[in-house]
């Protein structure tokens, strides 16, 4: 067969991918990023499904209201961003899980929990954390795995507060002391609030801080359905990426709201569940004088600890992000001093040895070689599902492994996609 008609085959197969049927839901998730489902894991070596890990989200036409009283319900619970989602969920996560029953929601953090608390591990109940993986679910992130490390993290933001044309109390106010520091954080973003500050979640990022998800309406999730847990995390998982370009692998559920039905759920999406084990408390107390100084207390206290730790501050208001700026920069002036604090700050996902996010693939690059790590959450013990691309020198040919990329492999990998394309629908 002349290369010519090699090449007309390719391109027929490559317009009958393009002319490929919208209403085909292997199609659709093909064209909108969603990936197709695995096994739960159910035995220490396999890994659990990664529901849109590595793959870059649909931005929807209407996100929710900015109002985070407004529940996330109706048309956008219709949305191919959530039905096909939660279809990943329903497939993968066991029934036992997602049956659990939803608590009665009460006012802000409170909520009457309706299943049993000790059984589906609810966070807080007695803070109950899952420190090894389970059937349906992997293990939480609650602290560091290295010797003094300080997991720093602030929830609730992006905020913005401009006194003076200069960031006040705000979270490019924590940003900017955290440059001074030469250090990076993480930073747990409500969706709301990113829709309308996304410039300072990009500006955030763009140094080299981790941005997780902390839900849209930072409602309890334990209170939610499955569909609207699933739209909690989605939506605002498509309005981080919108922002930043970059789908983030950590949830932490408002107040820590969470149990195993909300675990399992989050995991199945491509998300470690994150906590933590010192807590500000700024977020919990009125905004006085003598509180603020409890609360900054409390932070210089973990200064002294033995064990490396996560803790929890917030950025949502003047308050707390006035603490988190005090707290930062007397560290600046403990170093200054040549006292410096033990521990070595850095984000959640860095000092717990985990891919910050799941989209785009991260390249570790070397001299004139570049791998690319297809992240899957998983074990540590187990192997990474890595790919590896060797990039020759200019003028010599790309290598996968030890085989040369040649036009009949193209033409056979588009060809045999298009025949899996049909046989999906």
């Known amino acids: 067969m002349t290369q010519f008609v090699k090449s007309y085959y390719i391109l027929v197969a490559f317009l009958a991918l393009l002319a490929f049927p919208s209403e085909c839901s292997a199609y659709r998730n093909f064209r909108e990023g969603v990936a197709f489902s695995g096994a ?168 080299g801080h981790q941005i997780g998800i902390h839900t849209w309406t930072h409602h309890p999730l334990t209170s939610l359905t499955n569909a609207q847990i699933v739209a909690e995390i989605k939506y605002t998982e498509a309005i ?32 470690h569940v994150a906590i933590w084990n010192q807590d500000s408390t700024d977020a919990d107390v009125t905004t006085t004088t003598a509180n603020r100084d409890t609360v900054y207390n409390i932070i210089l206290s973990w200064f002294g600890l033995a064990t490396s730790f996560v803790s929890l501050e917030h950025d949502i208001n003047t308050f707390t992000s006035g603490i988190a700026v005090s707290a930062l920069q007397q560290i600046q002036k403990l170093k200054a001093a040549g006292t410096p604090i033990k521990f070595n700050i850095m984000s959640v996902g860095q000092c717990n040895n985990h891919q910050l996010y799941t989209y785009p693939v991260v390249l570790n690059t070397t001299a004139n070689a570049t791998t690319v790590v297809t992240t899957t959450i998983k074990k540590t013990t187990t192997t990474s599902n890595v790919q590896t691309v060797t990039l020759e020198p200019s003028g010599k040919t790309a290598k996968s492994g030890s085989k040369q990329i040649t036009v009949k492999g193209l033409e056979t990998i588009v060809i045999v996609g298009v025949l899996v394309m049909f046989a999906l629908c």
């Open 240 to 271: 981080i990426y919108q922002a930043i370009g970059k789908v983030p692998s950590y949830l932490r559920p408002p107040y820590g709201d969470v149990d195993d039905r909300v675990r399992a759920i989050a995991n199945a999406l491509g998300y």
């Open 40 to 207: 739960v894991s159910k035995g220490e070596d396999n890994l659990l499904a990664v529901g849109d890990s590595g793959k870059a989200p649909r931005i929807p036409t209407n996100f929710p209201s900015t109002d985070q009283n407004v529940l996330i319900s109706g048309a956008l619970l219709q949305d191919h961003l959530v039905t096909d989602a939660l279809a990943i969920v329903n497939s993968v996560v066991p029934q036992n899980l997602l049956s659990i029953a939803p608590s009665t929601y009460i006012k802000d953090s409170n909520v009457k929990y309706n299943a049993d608390a000790s059984a589906n591990c609810y966070w807080p109940s007695n803070q109950c954390i899952r420190k090894t993986d389970g059937t349906g679910y992997i293990k939480d992130v609650y602290t560091c795995l290295g010797t003094n490390q300080w997991g720093l993290s602030y929830d609730d933001g992006p905020t913005s507060n401009i006194v003076n044309g200069v960031n006040t109390a705000d979270s490019l106010a924590i940003y900017n002391e955290l440059q001074k520091l030469n250090v990076t954080a993480t930073f747990f973003s409500v969706g709301s609030n990113v829709i309308q500050n996304q410039a300072v979640l990009k500006t955030i990022e763009a140094a």
